[in-house]
């Protein structure tokens, strides 16, 4: 089982503090450093310092960072047009040394859609638009002539499809969601992960078989199968209720829903997931300051998994 710390700029953080969290994460051996691709804060709270976009971060963590491997979970269809992505992604591909992964998803925050301008379809035609994004980015990255897509929502016409990516073929593709017939779908048919983010054990497993079930019909074998769960691990009571707190949630609820509790409650868990086959989990890190919390998990929970 891989750890990757994954985190919620978006909640309120600048590209120095992400910078700290990923290079803290790199020296202690976590696998690595993801984040999320949202433009507005979601629920209650001082909005401040405001929004840093997902490859503009990456892309600097590239060149500050030499092992850990970098993405997003998820970067949202809707905020970037397919070819210009494949750009953006290939381009930092290089300028890490071949170490980034590209989480894609339809978006679905509507309020920053609204407060940045950015048009938000309906599900249907997001799903529409995500099926044909897929195609056209793994597309762009493996045409050895120039590329040309015609779809219902884009169309390229003699693409030099350049630049290439440091990773061959490709650098790794994430679908993600608990959708039962898209999502698996397409997992079986673009993807080399498939993750499933906050949900409980019972429901992970039932979502990770409706994927296996589809890449079995679609004819190859199943994909990587990660999960993301919020991460609260403490030495004691006292020292998990503060990091719960800290966070705005409740341990009894974080028990249950997350990640938390002492490191061999966590380990005991983490055990749970690998059994229903998960390679990997992204552990949901909210408070950035805490860079103790890392260590803690570093420690006492890496070395177990």
């Keep these: 089982m891989k750890l990757r710390i994954f985190t919620e700029p978006q909640q309120g953080a600048t590209y120095d503090d ?14 690595a450093f993801f984040r999320s691709d949202h433009y507005l804060r979601m ?11 997902a490859w503009i971060t990456l892309a600097g963590l590239a060149r500050e960072t030499s092992r850990i491997r970098l993405g997003t979970l998820v970067t949202a269809g809707t905020f970037r047009l397919p070819g210009p992505l494949a750009i953006s992604v290939a381009q930092v591909d290089q300028m890490s040394g071949g170490r980034v992964e590209l989480g894609l998803g339809t978006g679905w925050f509507e309020e920053e859609h609204t407060a940045y301008g950015i048009p938000f379809p309906p599900l249907g035609e ?39 990516p440091a990773q061959r073929p490709r650098p ?23 993750n499933v983010p906050f949900l409980l054990p019972e429901d992970t497993a039932a979502a990770f078989d409706r994927v296996r079930a ?25 020292e998990i209720a503060q990091r719960a707190a800290a966070v705005g949630r409740e341990v009894d609820e974080l028990r249950v829903s997350g990640l938390a509790g002492t490191p061999q409650e966590v380990v005991d868990k983490i055990g749970r997931f690998a059994e229903m086959g998960a390679e990997r989990l992204y552990l949901q890190i909210l408070d950035l300051d805490d860079l103790e919390h890392l260590e803690l998990i570093a420690a006492e929970v890496l070395p177990h998994v």
Excluded: M
């Design 43 to 53: 629920g209650d709270g001082d909005p401040g310092p405001g929004p840093t976009d």
């Design 126 to 164: 997001r799903f529409e638009r995500f099926e044909e994004q897929l195609e056209i980015v793994t597309g762009l990255w493996a045409a050895a002539k120039p590329f040309s897509f015609d779809g219902a929502h884009y169309r390229l016409v003699d693409s030099p499809g350049l630049p290439k």
């Design 214 to 238: 589809a890449c079995e019909e679609a004819g190859r074998e199943t994909v990587l199968l990660s999960a993301a769960q919020i991460a609260c691990v403490g030495r004691d009571e006292a």
């Design 172 to 194: 790794p593709l994430i679908v993600g969601g608990g959708g039962a017939k898209r999502t698996p779908r397409l997992v079986a048919r673009f993807a080399d992960e498939y």
């Design 18 to 31: 992400l910078l700290r969290v990923a290079q803290t994460a790199e020296r202690l051996g976590f696998d």
